[in-house]
């Protein structure tokens, strides 16, 4: 009966094992669709803000490039000696560019026209590169959000069937529990019945005389 209660014990000792990784995989997995819920949520955030972005910068584009191309168009169809209309090479009246190219010409020199057409082509490589890398960076947070959303989607059945597992492995242990202490009780009964029939055999012995 000791040895089957050191087996038993042993038996439990395995079982409140995997009763406590049994809760640790639940708890990861729980752990896992919060992180993924997490990552959605983020990612979406991100890509709304960042088309927001892209849509500012992109009007910014648009703007800064008609500026640019209407004053440089300006300073090619007119000079401070000749500020007379001029045609474009299809022999068209720029009508528009030449009266805003009239009324700048009015106080900035060519110089400083030139130098404020380099300036805004400047600035829209420079958008023109942002714009290039936020579509980068967003193609990338979109496949991160796809993948995080298949997890999401898959993990509650993993939490299920780890949560099943749980339930089993606490179920075992209870039982090994019990059949350890019922044995237990049972070792004690029967080492409380032997002493009871050493005693009683003593007692039937003859009394030595002394």
């Known amino acids: 009966m000791a040895v089957k209660l050191g087996d038993m014990v042993e038996e439990e ?7 406590v990784e049994a809760t640790q995989a639940r708890a990861e997995a729980e752990s896992t669709l919060a992180t993924a819920k997490k990552a959605v949520a983020e990612g979406t ?12 910068r992109a009007l910014a584009l648009v703007a800064s490039r008609a500026v640019a191309e209407l004053r440089e168009g300006a ?6 000696t000749n500020p007379t209309l001029g045609r474009n090479t299809d022999g068209t009246s720029p009508a528009a560019v030449s009266i805003v190219a009239a009324e700048t010409l009015s106080y900035k020199t060519p110089d400083q026209l030139n130098a404020e057409v380099r300036s805004l082509k400047d600035r829209l490589n420079e ?7 936020t579509y980068v960076a967003a193609t990338k947070t979109k496949s991160t959000i796809v ?59 003859p009394k030595r005389e002394g």
């Not at 955030?45 to 500012?56: G, I, P």
């Not at 606490?170 to 059949?179: K, N, Q, S, V, W």
Request: hydrophobic content about 35%.
């Open 45 to 56: 955030k991100a890509l709304q803000e960042t088309s927001t972005t892209v849509l500012e």
């Open 147 to 205: 993948t995080a959303d298949q997890v999401a989607q898959k993990t509650p059945q993993v939490i299920a069937e780890r949560t099943k597992a749980e339930v089993e492995a606490a179920r075992e242990l209870a039982e090994a529990e019990t059949e350890r202490k019922r044995q237990e009780q049972e070792l004690v009964d029967q080492k409380k019945h032997i002493e009871e029939l050493k005693a009683k055999y003593l007692s039937t012995l």
């Open 13 to 19: 000792t395995v079982a409140k094992k995997g009763a």
């Open 127 to 133: 958008l023109e590169q942002f714009l290039a890398s």
């Open 75 to 80: 300073i090619q169809e007119v000079t401070p």
